[in-house]
């Protein structure tokens, strides 16, 4: 940490650049063809050449892998095809060591229905001591349970179909917002919350530095669980969300969770909620320090806009206008209380360079550095997803049976059945479907680009021969070298961190523009961003003529002029004195 970060006294997470780790498919010691926690271990060299300061690791607790591993069946545990709890605190150890940060994901809006919270929860039925740790009800009244249109209420599943499994044994139904094997646990009871915060302790205990909330603003819920208003396509199954996000407790539930596991500890921590759904003003309530819930939340306003009517698999071109004014929106939003996360890719979109870029041999490289150099610009945490930073592109998936993700098969078996033509679906599937982001990292150019000595549970990229780490390490011009000089000028330059953010040229749908000002250190940045192919002529504010270039993506690094010409997918920052 800089001097100059040091004695600004915030918090140390906001100078910070988090890198996410999907364990499956970053690195596998042992040749079974699935990731593990030694194979991370084994790999750290590359996040301490990067630059970064925290290591958040997706979930790698013990489960059926019904959802790759968001489906958990034991939350203090090691699942085998990872490794074991002995290997985890050999990598834990080992981050520390490098003088980095282990954030752990936390899943705690549902569990794995082979959890034995859940398994005691259906074995006693109606009035047994477990059974309202779930979200248990009967068949809608005068219907036959288990029949069509006897479901408790209309919600429809984030993976499809309906919400609500029902259970012969007892002859009632368990909502599940996601998975049918993943059951909502009911946050109601006192004792689900008193089971989820001592599990968290313990993790603490063992070291881990904070946690990623999976799904967190999904775990109040209207306790009368009222039908979701069907939409004008008359399906069976509607949107329940206006009555499970952000609902009644949730603020209540997060503050008693910060004061029961988070407050008081010796070193400070990390807790980010990722909350679908949640608005710039329920975030402010969320990360505001003086409520003490979350340090910051992941919301999804940006990675919905390039979405059509028939939603994320209907995709549509992004327009940068519509991108301007989401991601300035929270920019000013937040910006005199709470904190933003800035992110393009986590392990549930596609690759930013084929969605937002241009992931052709001519234009990759190039595209990816200037999303990058936008991204990290702005006031906020950025998040690194493993192969964002060399560029990883989506993969080139022939039929259904390449993929492995449920949400892509369920909608790919639904869409069909419903009369959609299967190659349009598969082409949907491999522009938005998550399987892009869980192809094995590209270490190398060999047969499965160095991942494993086994075959692969999903197959490399064939890309990874030419867009591998190996070969970027090697290139100062990469993508992985200006990932590098991205995040050491946010350790270093106070105006990444603490300027405040001024949007330019905001009906621009060619050119992303803004300003970072930081009267501390006296100094201001222009940032330059041309979303396209061709070149763009941009006119900055007066004053910028003549200021150095600190950070481009481009050979040519002259100083900045009245009016500035930025090639394909150019980007670039000046900086200048406060005038």
């Not at 306790?223 to 329940?240: E, V, Y």
């Not at 929106?329 to 709470?338: C, E, H, P, V």
Request: proline share 8%.
């Amino acid at each position: 940490m800089s001097e100059v970060f040091a004695a600004d006294a915030e918090p140390w997470w906001k100078s910070a650049v988090v890198y996410q780790v999907y364990p499956r498919s970053f690195a596998d010691s042992d040749g079974d063809g699935i990731g593990d926690l030694p194979g991370i271990t084994s790999r750290l060299d590359h996040l301490t050449r990067l630059g970064v300061d925290v290591l958040w690791l997706s979930p790698v607790y013990p489960s059926p892998q019904d959802d790759n591993g968001y489906d958990i069946s034991d939350y203090q545990g090691i699942d085998p095809v990872f490794g074991t709890l002995a290997d985890f605190d050999a990598l834990l150890a080992a981050v520390h060591e490098r003088g980095m940060r282990l954030v752990m994901d936390l899943v705690v809006n549902h569990t794995s229905d082979e959890h034995p919270w859940f398994t005691a929860s259906r074995g006693q039925g109606p009035g047994g001591p477990r059974r309202d740790w779930y979200w248990w009800r009967p068949a809608r009244p005068g219907t036959v349970p288990g029949t069509p249109g006897a479901e408790p209420n209309n919600w429809r599943s984030m993976f499809g179909g309906s919400a609500w499994e029902f259970d012969e044994a007892s002859g009632e139904y368990y909502l599940h917002l996601f998975s049918r094997k993943q059951p909502d646990l009911n946050w109601e009871n006192p004792e689900v919350r008193a089971a989820v915060h001592t599990m968290m302790r313990w993790w603490l205990d063992r070291g881990v530095d904070g946690f990623r909330m999976d799904v967190i603003n999904f775990i109040s819920k209207d306790p009368r669980l009222p039908d979701g208003r069907p939409d004008q396509t008359g399906a069976r199954f509607a949107d329940g969300g206006p009555h499970y996000i952000c609902g009644p407790r949730i603020h209540e539930f997060l503050a008693e969770t910060h004061r029961e596991v988070v407050a008081g500890r010796p070193e400070p921590l990390l807790t980010v909620g990722e909350m679908p759904g949640v608005t710039v003003e329920e975030a402010r309530l969320f990360t505001d320090p003086a409520r003490a819930e979350v340090d910051m939340v992941f919301q999804f306003e940006h990675v919905s806009l390039d979405a059509g009517p028939g939603g994320k698999f209907d995709p549509r071109p992004l327009r940068l206008t519509d991108l301007k004014a989401s991601l300035g929106g929270w920019q000013q939003g937040l910006a005199d209380t709470g904190w933003n996360s800035l992110y393009w890719n986590n392990h549930d979109q596609p690759r930013a360079v084929s969605r937002f870029g241009d992931d052709s041999p001519a234009h990759r490289a190039r595209s990816a550095t200037m999303l990058a150099t936008v991204l990290h610009l702005h006031r906020g945490t950025p998040y690194v997803y493993q192969g964002e930073e060399l560029g990883m592109a989506n993969a080139p998936f022939g039929a259904i049976e390449d993929f492995r993700d449920i949400e892509s098969l369920n909608h790919y078996r639904e869409a069909v059945a419903a009369g959609e033509d299967p190659a349009r679906v598969l082409a949907a599937l491999r522009a938005r479907g998550r399987d892009n982001a869980r192809t094995p990292m590209q270490w190398d150019g060999s047969e499965h680009a160095g991942f494993t000595t086994g075959r692969p549970w999903i197959a490399v990229n064939p890309d990874h021969k030419e867009v591998n780490a190996a070969a970027q390490l090697a290139d100062p011009d990469s993508v992985l070298h200006h990932y590098r000089r991205l995040i050491e000028l946010r350790h270093t330059e106070p105006a990444v961190t603490h300027g405040d953010f001024t949007m330019l040229a905001p009906e621009d749908e060619r050119v992303y523009a803004f300003v970072r000002r930081h009267p501390g250190s006296g100094t201001e940045l222009l940032v330059l961003g041309n979303f396209t192919g061709e070149a763009v002529t941009f006119e900055p504010p007066e004053g910028w003529a003549g200021a150095e270039t600190l950070i481009a993506n481009v050979p040519d690094r002259s100083p900045a002029a009245a009016a500035v010409t930025l090639s394909a997918w150019e980007a670039r920052v000046h900086r200048r004195d406060i005038p």
